[in-house]
Structure formats: C-alpha cells, structure tokens
C-alpha cells in the first residue's frame, strides 16, 4: 500500500485491468471495462432483436456466437463444480457452519409453493390445449419410483462420466467424498486444491466476460428461426405459466426470504433476477448459469464454503419452475380432457411435482419430460401426455427460458437468505 507524498494518505494501487490504464482513448475498450456486465447484456439483447428483425440471415450466423457461450459455460461449471468444493470442504474449518441445512429446506419448501401457486393458478384461469401430433421421440419416466432411482444412480455414477456427462449429482457426491478426505491431507496438497479452485474460476470469470456477445447471438438466432407466430395459439397457456413464475418469483419468494431474513427483501430479489435470471432466461440451462450464480455469490461476499456446494446442489434440486411447468400443462391437459379433479387430487398432483421437478434434468427443456409422470395421475395415456411434451417444446422458447431464470436466480436467492439470516441473529 502506497502513500500520498503530499497529505501522508494511504493510496490503492490502480487496478491493471482498469479503462484508465488499458486504453484511455479507446471508447469501445473502455465501455468494455468501464460499464456493468448487466447493461453490457442489455446491450447484446437490443442488439441481437435488431438484427434479427433488419438482417435475418445474418442473425442465424450469429447464432454461432451464442453456441459457443452456452458450450463454454456447460464445459467449465463440471470442473468448476468439482474442484470448488473439493477445496471449500478441505480447507473447511472445523466448528464453522455452513447453512447448508435451512437452505436445503428452503429449496424444497420454495418447489413445493411454486407448485400450489400453479395449482391455483390453474383453476382461476383453466386452459385448453389443441392437440397436435407429437414427433417427439421420448420415453418419459415410468413414476416416482424411477425419477428416484435415476437420481441414487447419478449420485454413484463414475466421475469421469459425470464430468463428461454433466451429471452434477454425481460431481457434488465426488467432491464431497474428495474434500472429506483431503481434509487430513497436508497443508502443501490442500493450498493446491485451492489455487486449482482460483485458477478455473478465473477461466470463468473470462467466459463470463462474453456474455454480451453469447446473449447477442442467442436472441439473434432464435427470433431469426423460430419467431413468435407459433406462440398465438398458446397465448393463454403462456400467460397462465408466465404468470405463475413471475407471482413466485416477485411475490412468494420476497415472502420467504422476508420471513428469513426480517428485512427489505426486494433489494435482493431484484439484484439476483438481474444479475442471475437474466443470463439464465437466454441460456435455458441451470447447469450452464452454475458459473454466473457462483461469481454472484463472490460478488454478495457469501460465504465460499456454503456457496460452493449450495449453488450446484440448487441446480439439480431447487426447480420451482419445473414445478411449476409440470403442474400448469397436466391440469391443462386434464381441463382439454374435461376430466373432474378434487381438491385433494390438486394438493397430492403439487407434491408429485414437486418432488418429480427436484429430478429434473439442468438442461433445457429438462422438465417437459416429467409432464406425462403428471398426467398419469389422471390416467391420461402415454400418447396424449407426448401429445402435451410437443406442445411444451412449441412454447419452449419462452416458457423454459422464463423457468430456468426463476429456477436459477432463486438459487443465489435462497443461498444468500440463509446466510444473511445466520448474521442478523
């Protein structure tokens, strides 16, 4: 730390990536350095539908932009995952606590009121579908009992596999089983699991730093390909899971974390819609955004030793969305098919959901599979229930962007809830 030569004050060391010392004359470089991510994002996305609507064809070239994002974010958060809290848990101290406990409750708590939220919702306002032809070539689960044990085989499954496979159950269940036993390792091999960890994460703070231009060549790509035309039939569907997730995302979730925390919690909601959601909405992937909540989580100075492993587990279990997503299109099948439904009925279709959404894949569209698990409630036949999954991947483009962005910002949510709650008392 340097002083002032002249009034003796202590002075910081100008940062070397600053605009300043980069390139002071450079108005794009020091827009790059010098603005927010978040209004550098805002930018790509104005960008990406005006090229999309001017130059069609040129925006699907650019939609190679966007691949190769959503490609560098799924190839970091496996590593990331792993080496993150092998060293959060073996350089963990003993006696200091994690949270992990009250946020593990608050996942499973925030899926099951996403999933009455859309229970009621879908009773207020019932939709209809119009039944299509389904090409869709997928053998959904068979029930419960499988979504279950496909999740025991995650966790055992050969981390080599997982790495390769993204299976982050299985990654979360190695590290842990790592950090465990490198907890009596010496200190020299502990400090070195830990400048891994620095070293991967500053690879993704760099892929972070292309998020502009991977949100740009994503919105540019889809409204060049897909448009919005076949989103007019299903306006009212939308509305209703639309509805759904912004009522959780803006009114239930503020109430919980008001019940955690005792305070204001629109400050925090808001900044993890912000900095979270909006990455996620555009790379329809929880696994993907794992990253971007974990440099969030640094940013809110969270604890490291909870984040680490809260944010992938949020990732593969806290999927209010999908509840939400499973729920609305199996009561929407059931009002096509005039079927009666009780109360009681309702209330056991939201656990099911609840609990078939925490084995939801964290890819895109990972949820849509577990909708004729749903539909088998009301003994509605396989081939109607994929008849549903087709029209869920029709409305996909805004239906799973707007699920993996509550699904994912509610992770760093919650995380944060149970830390700040831990300090105020």
Known sequence: MRRNPNTGAR??????????????????????????????????????????????????????????????????????????????????????S?????????????????ALVAVSASFLFPSSLKLVESGVEM??????????????????????????????????????????????????????????????????RLVIRFAPLGILGLVAATLAESGFGALLDYLRLLAVLVGSMLFVALVANPLIVLAMTRRNPYPLVLTCLRDS??????????????????????????????????????????????????????????????????LATALLLSVVAAVAACGASGVAGGSLLLVPLACGMFGISNDVAMQVVAIGFIIGVVQDSCETALNSSTDVLFTAAACRSVRAD
Request: net charge positive; proline share 6%; aromatic share 6%.
């Open 277 to 342: 959601g909006i990455t996620a909405f555009f790379t329809r992937s929880s696994a993907a955004n794992i990253p971007v909540n974990l440099d969030l989580c640094r940013r809110l100075e969270l604890p490291e030793d909870t984040y680490s492993v809260s944010i992938p587990l949020g990732a593969t279990i806290n999927m209010a969305g999908a509840a939400i997503t499973i729920t609305v299109l199996a009561l929407a099948a059931v009002h096509t098919l005039n079927i009666e439904v009780d």
């Open 11 to 96: 002075m910081t060391a100008p940062d070397k990536l600053s605009p300043q010392r980069i390139a002071p004359d450079n108005p794009v470089l020091r827009f790059l350095f010098g603005t927010s991510l978040v209004v550098q994002i805002l930018v790509g996305l104005l960008v990406g539908i005006a090229l999309a609507w001017w130059w069609p064809t040129a925006a699907k070239s650019v939609g190679l932009l966007g691949t190769v994002f959503v490609s560098a974010l799924k190839a970091v958060a496996p590593v990331l995952v792993l080496v993150l809290v092998t060293a959060a848990i073996a350089n963990h101290q003993k006696g200091k």
């Open 139 to 204: 053998a959904p689960p068979s029930g419960i009992v499988e979504v279950l044990r496909t999740l025991l085989l995650k966790i055992v499954d050969n981390p080599v596999n997982a790495l390769r496979d993204g299976n982050f159950v299985g990654i979360l269940a190695w590290a842990v089983g790592l950090g465990i036993a490198l907890r009596h390792a010496g200190d020299g091999t502990r400090a070195m699991v830990t400048d891994l960890a620095g070293a991967v994460t500053f690879i993704v």
């Open 98 to 114: 994690t949270h992990i406990r009250p946020i593990l409750g608050l996942y499973l708590a925030g899926t099951l009121i996403a």
